[in-house]
Each structure stands twice: as structure tokens, then as C-alpha cells.
């Protein structure tokens, strides 16, 4: 069983930085890909961002600009940094962590961690 534990949401003000965390533990013999998506109310998940493999990294266009993924191998651990916030990336933010464990192949999602932008 692969967890994942996320920390980092919180409220900011239009304009403000957050940075979001997940780190993965359990039975991991590789990572293939890292990502974080987020769901509004009323609105379906969407991807935000994620690393494939070592480095290849993809954005959503919304966030371009404003949002870096990054990873630490040595720790399992994925991380959003989210500056210039603007209040529709209000959402639940998730974790997903895609790999290889003893046993099988594994794709693991967080609890979610809150992120409200508002005044």
C-alpha cells in the first residue's frame, strides 16, 4: 500500500505564494510519474501540473507562469509552488503519485488540501 500525505493548503490574498507538499510512503521500488490536480465546486478535477519521469513536466495553461512543480527523489515528495494566486484556483488540491511497487503497479491519490484565494 503507497500513501500519500499532503500539507501546505491554506487562504491566501489575491496575489499571494502557497507552497503544497505531498510525500509518498510504502513499498515503492519506482516513480514514473508525480502530479497535482484540483477540483472546484461544482467543476471536475483537472490537472494542474506533473513530472514524468526525471524532469518532463506539464502545466495547465491557467497556470503557466505562476505554478513550478518539483520533486525529491530522496524523499518521495512532490511539491506546488503557487505564486500571483488569483481566486478561481480556489479548489481542493491533490496529490497523485503513479509507480511501481512490490507487487504491482501502484496510483495513489492524497486527501486533498484546501486552497482558497479570497480578499
Known amino acids: 500500500q503507497v500513501q500519500l500525505v499532503e500539507s501546505g493548503g491554506g487562504l491566501v490574498q489575491p496575489g499571494g505564494s502557497l507552497r503544497l507538499s505531498c510525500a509518498a510512503s510504502g513499498s515503492i521500488s519506482g516513480i514514473n510519474a508525480m502530479g497535482w490536480y484540483r477540483q472546484a465546486p461544482g467543476k471536475e478535477r483537472e490537472l494542474v501540473a506533473r513530472i514524468i519521469g526525471a524532469d518532463r513536466t506539464n502545466y495547465a495553461d491557467s497556470v503557466k507562469g505562476r505554478f513550478t512543480i518539483s520533486r525529491d527523489n530522496a524523499k518521495n515528495a512532490v511539491y506546488l509552488q503557487m505564486n500571483s494566486l488569483k481566486p478561481e484556483d480556489t479548489a481542493v488540491y491533490y496529490c497523485?503519485?503513479?509507480?511501481?511497487?512490490?507487487?504491482?503497479?501502484?496510483?495513489?491519490w492524497g486527501q486533498g488540501t484546501q486552497v482558497t484565494v479570497s480578499s
Open positions: 497523485n503519485v503513479r509507480g511501481i511497487k512490490v507487487g504491482g503497479l501502484f496510483d495513489s
